[in-house]
């Protein structure tokens, strides 16, 4: 069965073939990275003309929210339309074996070195119904773009690599790889009247080209770039003297952190431009550019623009600080506002321009908005699967609020994040509810009040006042409801914690034969028995590294044969204390991921297969 994308409301915009997609996705851009857009207090220091030319043309969303407050997840969030706690890719670790120490009662769970390759993503989708598909610059979901539906694809990190000393090798003309342009750009000053040139930056040229090469057709443009993550650096030194002067600092810099409070850091600022001098260049592109496949109008009248952010914003970094959420609470690595609330600006045909929506959206709608612009069908279990919603009535001025198929306003988005501080979060309306998932604790906010923002800082805890018991109720149990229909894994117990009061399982023995294609576990049978068991195949000389998660088959382009590095389900025996597990012959390597009664996660040691005998 095909289901096709509701059509009623894409019928007006008047385009004679499909519009083209593109999805400009900055990374740690925080809600108050960016000027005059979502201003609370002090203006933003930090200049980004371009995309406030963008909301003039088109929809900013000042309550929008990222999947995840790290980066994988919400990559992955958004290019499957699946909620990371429903695809269990909750983090940035990866590969890496959860090390709880002795101290800690609980520990994260494993996630796998890469997106699980069943999931149907955004460029499958449009692929499948005539689009090119190109991915440029940070991907960050394992293995290569092109395995999830890319023609196209350019990793690069464009000009923002590594450099030896960040106060004064800049680029120049002659810089090989990262020329200055010609042309002249903002921001304009009394020491620059004419602008900045800007370094070479492969990863918006090898966009632009994208751009132009694959007009004849509709296309898919996931632009995503490496700023403003760490590293705090810039090869632009007219841009950084720019807003070194600006902001009352001497230049070149002094080396060292910059430790100055706020918003000060004069390498992010010149981070942050220099993305927004990467959209003005794809708006410049678009605008000039006829479509050939739409005659009479230019590209920028026939293609869908979705500007925002994979996380809220960095703060710190060492000694170093970066940037300021504030007001917002925490940032990145938190399910705070801080760092889930996200700039982020919609424009394309259609769209209503100027527009400001305080509606809750999430990037997670991206996925079934776009199929419903492009008219695109997918299979119905496919849609099943969608965690967000077409906001297409709010961007065409159709209706204030998101509504489902049903519809229903839908009043609440959560998230699950069980690293670090391990907990879960729920916004419904003026309130926001944490629940903290090792203790069953919970804290309760009210974030807003008759529309205007209320206690955004989240200072407030009202889950002991009374006034707030239904409210604190309500929340609790739809949250609860919302991890258990997406089968959210949590954190699970940790057999090293010194105060363990619950017995757990113990690994007795792994053997994998010399030939063998299965693998085998036991458990003492006089202990907890298992309850979940997987295996993880290694290369040997990936598992050797402490790095293992960037071992060539993490990066390695198009579908693997052998699944290395992510959970393959093993065979629990009926005891519940032996367990099998497949193994392909090539596999050199291998543990295995025990879950026990008590909720114990173990993980055996690496287990190498057994020599080739040598005759005496």
């Not at 929008?64 to 994988?72: F, L």
Request: net charge negative; hydrophobic share 35%; aromatic share 10%.
């Amino acid at each position: 069965l095909l289901l096709v994308a509701a059509l009623s409301l894409t019928a007006s915009i008047a385009l004679a073939t499909k519009p083209n997609i593109i999805i400009f996705y900055v990374d740690d851009l925080g809600w108050q990275d960016v000027e005059k857009l979502n201003e609370l207090g002090e203006p933003c220091p930090y200049e980004t003309p371009n995309l406030i030319k963008l909301a003039a043309r088109g929809m900013n969303f000042s309550q929008a929210y990222s999947p995840a407050p790290t980066c994988a997840p919400s990559r992955a969030g958004i290019i499957t339309g699946q909620h990371p706690a429903q695809m269990r890719y909750t983090h940035v670790t990866a590969a890496s074996i959860p090390r709880a120490g002795k101290d800690n009662e609980f520990q994260e769970p494993f996630l796998g070195s890469y997106l699980d390759l069943d999931h149907l993503t955004l460029a499958d989708a449009l692929k499948q119904n005539g689009y090119r598909t190109g991915h440029f610059g940070k991907w960050h979901c394992g293995l290569n773009a092109t395995a999830f539906g890319f023609h196209d694809v350019n990793q690069t990190r464009g000009f923002h690599r590594g450099m030896g000393d960040r106060t004064k090798d800049f680029s120049t003309p002659d810089t090989k790889q990262y020329p200055l342009s010609e042309e002249k750009y903002p921001p304009i000053s009394k020491d620059f009247p004419e602008g900045i040139s800007y370094p070479y930056d492969e990863l918006t040229e090898e966009a632009l080209k994208f751009i132009q090469t694959e007009r004849e057709e509709p296309f898919f443009l996931n632009l995503c770039h490496w700023m403003v993550h760490w590293p705090m650096l810039t090869r632009n030194g007219e841009l950084l003297e720019y807003y070194c002067k600006k902001l009352g600092q001497p230049f070149p810099p002094k080396p060292g952190a910059m430790t100055l409070p706020g918003q000060q850091n004069p390498y992010f600022a010149a981070m942050t431009t220099s993305v927004d001098w990467s959209l003005g260049r794809v708006m410049e592109v678009l605008e000039k550019t006829d479509d050939p496949r739409n005659p009479g109008k230019k590209l920028v009248e026939t293609t869908y623009l979705f500007f925002t952010s994979d996380n809220g914003g960095a703060e710190l970094k060492g000694k170093e600080i970066l940037s300021d959420n504030f007001p917002l609470k925490s940032g990145k690595k938190k399910v705070d506002e801080g760092g889930i609330r996200v700039p982020t600006v919609i424009t394309g045909p259609g769209i209503s321009a100027g527009k400001e929506s305080a509606t809750l959206v999430n990037q997670l709608d991206f996925f079934p908005t776009i199929l419903n612009l492009t008219e695109s069908k997918i299979d119905s279990a496919s849609h099943d699967l969608l965690s967000g919603l077409d906001i297409t009535p709010v961007l065409m001025g159709k209706s204030d609020q998101v509504l489902n198929e049903d519809g229903e306003v839908r009043e609440s988005l959560f998230w699950h994040f069980p690293h670090n501080t391990m907990r879960a979060a729920i916004r419904k309306g003026e309130f926001k509810l944490y629940r903290y998932v090792t203790t069953e604790t919970h804290s309760l906010y009210r974030l807003s009040k008759d529309g205007e923002p209320d206690d955004i800082e989240e200072k407030y805890d009202l889950a002991t006042d009374p006034e707030y018991a239904e409210i604190k109720k309500e929340l609790i149990a739809e949250l609860h409801q919302s991890l258990a229909e997406t089968k959210a894994e949590l954190p699970h117990r940790n057999p090293n914690y010194q105060d363990a009061k619950l017995p757990f399982a113990k690994i007795e023995s792994v053997s994998l034969r010399r030939k063998a294609t299965k693998a085998e576990l036991q458990l003492d049978p006089t202990a907890p028995n298992a309850t979940k068991a997987y295996v993880i195949y290694y290369k040997a000389e990936a598992s050797t590294d402490k790095r293992a998660k960037r071992s060539a088959d993490y990066r390695k382009s198009g579908d693997p044969k052998i699944p290395y590095q992510v959970k393959v389900p093993a065979t629990i025996q009926e005891s519940g204390h032996h367990i099998t597990a497949p193994v392909p012959v090539e596999v050199t390597q291998i543990r295995f991921l025990i879950i026990d009664e008590n909720n114990y996660q173990h993980f055996s040691e690496l287990t190498n297969r057994e020599p080739k005998r040598t005759k005496k």
